[in-house]
């Protein structure tokens, strides 16, 4: 292990900025983590539907504070999207053929996940299994798709945003919240949001590389600034608690983004500048910097696949009966604690999908096995561990 992680860590550039990979490396786990921890599927008499602790247990509102790293990965993904751009731009290369570069990323791992859980929903139905059951594992499944969808949205629009000031989409964010809380508008309208929210940390991303960014200050102000307007909305405007969506609330902070939503990413993308020096040395070390780059090489099939991980090792758990922190309502300490025991059986099935899908997603077969491969980019030698997205 450690020879392996010395050739990565040789092999790595040394003016690649690990930071990039290490907090990118953050953003999908700390998603995978929150929902493995509040995403419930409570087994009643023939079917499943989804619970969540923080709908019994609102005091546990600030595991979402962890969890919710959606911010950050736009933040990373902007900033790798405007360096990516401009490079292209300078060897010549046309718009279109660098946006299908980046987009075949995206949305190549997808077409595995659509045609498993298109079988698998089929022969689910035709064993007569109960619709509700089927719809709820289908849609927990499916969920990370809009998320691809939003990404690569701000990806096909990164030459028209990578000179948008930040503050024009949050201005957006805050009228269109004006007009849903305080002027009683059609709840649709908060949809724009789902654009506008994200373009937040994406064009901070922007702001990162053409260098606004780099002083410590301007990550003070983030995290301050972000911190202090979240407190304010959640504390006197009425905005929930929770960063993540709650079963059965009226309101939900990130289904569409509310401004709450937003000013969290902003103060979470705060931190993570002021942390980049600190990840930077941490970085340095090899064992740190292989977990880092199989992290980052694993990313898409780590995001698209670990909802079917949990919702795999459940069904299976049902042959042994209602399992304590599985199948049961999450509605009190006992169940937390066992839910957190079944944390590495989530990632055991999870690293079976790795294994079944990964050289697929990738594009190449599975024989051939590198351990760092180069890019002609800004990125310049890339390793696979931390090819960006």
């Known amino acids: 292990m450690r020879h392996l992680a010395q050739r990565i860590d040789t092999a790595?550039?040394?003016?690649?900025?690990?930071?990039?990979?290490?907090?990118?490396?953050?953003?999908v786990l700390g998603v995978v983590l929150g929902h493995w921890l509040v995403t419930a599927l409570v087994a009643d008499g023939g079917t499943l539907h989804t619970s969540s602790p923080l709908q019994h247990l609102p005091w546990l509102a600030p595991i979402s504070w962890a969890f919710q790293t959606l911010a950050v990965f736009f933040l990373v993904g902007g900033h790798v999207a405007t360096r990516s751009y401009a490079?292209?731009?300078?060897?010549?290369?046309?718009?279109?053929?660098?946006?299908?570069?980046?987009?075949?990323?995206?949305?190549?791992?997808?077409?595995?996940?659509?045609?498993l859980w298109a079988i698998a929903t089929t022969a689910?139905?035709?064993?007569?299994?109960?619709?509700?059951?089927?719809?709820?594992?289908?849609k927990l499944a499916l969920s990370p798709l809009w998320f691809l969808v939003v990404f690569a949205a701000l990806t096909a629009a990164t030459p028209l945003v990578t000179r948008?000031?930040?503050?024009?989409?949050?201005?957006?964010?805050?009228?269109?919240?004006?007009?849903?809380f305080g002027f009683g508008a059609p709840p649709g309208v908060g949809w724009v949001n789902l654009?506008?929210?994200?373009?937040?940390?994406?064009?901070?991303?922007?702001?990162?590389?053409?260098?606004?960014?780099?002083?410590?200050?301007?990550?003070?102000?983030?995290?301050?600034?972000?911190?202090?307007a979240t407190a304010g909305l959640v504390g006197w405007a009425g905005y929930p608690a929770s960063m993540v969506g709650v079963p059965g609330a009226s309101v939900s902070n990130l289904?569409?983004?509310?401004?709450?939503?937003?000013?969290?990413?902003?103060?979470?993308?705060?931190?993570?500048?002021?942390?980049?020096?600190?990840?930077?040395?941490t970085m340095r070390r090899p064992l740190a910097w292989a977990a880092v780059a199989f992290v980052n090489l694993s990313a898409m099939t780590i995001f698209l696949w670990h909802q079917?991980?949990?919702?795999?090792?459940?069904?299976?758990?049902?042959?042994?009966?209602?399992?304590?922190?599985?199948?049961?309502?999450?509605?009190?300490?006992?169940?937390?604690?066992?839910?957190?025991?079944?944390l590495p059986a989530f990632a055991l099935t999870l690293a079976v999908c790795w294994a079944?899908?990964?050289?697929?997603?990738?594009?190449?077969?599975?024989?051939?096995?590198?351990?760092?491969?180069?890019?002609?980019?800004?990125?310049?030698?890339?390793?696979?561990?931390?090819?960006?997205?």
């Open 255 to 281: 289904d569409p983004p509310t401004l709450a939503a937003v000013t969290f990413g902003l103060a979470q993308c705060g931190l993570a500048l002021l942390l980049r020096e600190r990840l930077r040395r």
């Open 195 to 228: 654009a506008a929210g994200w373009l937040v940390p994406y064009t901070l991303g922007a702001a990162w590389t053409r260098g606004e960014l780099d002083r410590p200050r301007a990550g003070w102000v983030l995290f301050i600034g972000g911190t202090a």
């Open 12 to 27: 790595t550039p040394p003016d690649r900025d690990r930071a990039v990979d290490a907090l990118r490396a953050f953003a």
């Open 308 to 342: 079917t991980a949990l919702m795999a090792t459940t069904a299976t758990g049902l042959l042994l009966g209602h399992l304590p922190g599985l199948h049961t309502p999450p509605d009190g300490l006992t169940w937390i604690a066992a839910r957190l025991l079944w």
């Open 87 to 115: 490079t292209a731009q300078a060897m010549g290369t046309p718009y279109h053929r660098w946006l299908a570069s980046r987009l075949s990323r995206l949305f190549k791992p997808v077409a595995a996940l659509l045609a």
């Open 124 to 138: 689910l139905l035709l064993s007569g299994t109960d619709f509700t059951t089927v719809h709820t594992l289908a």
């Open 164 to 180: 948008l000031n930040p503050l024009w989409p949050l201005a957006v964010v805050l009228h269109v919240d004006l007009l849903r």
């Open 356 to 389: 079944a899908f990964h050289a697929y997603e990738r594009g190449r077969p599975r024989t051939r096995s590198r351990v760092v491969r180069t890019h002609p980019s800004s990125d310049r030698a890339t390793p696979t561990g931390a090819r960006h997205v």
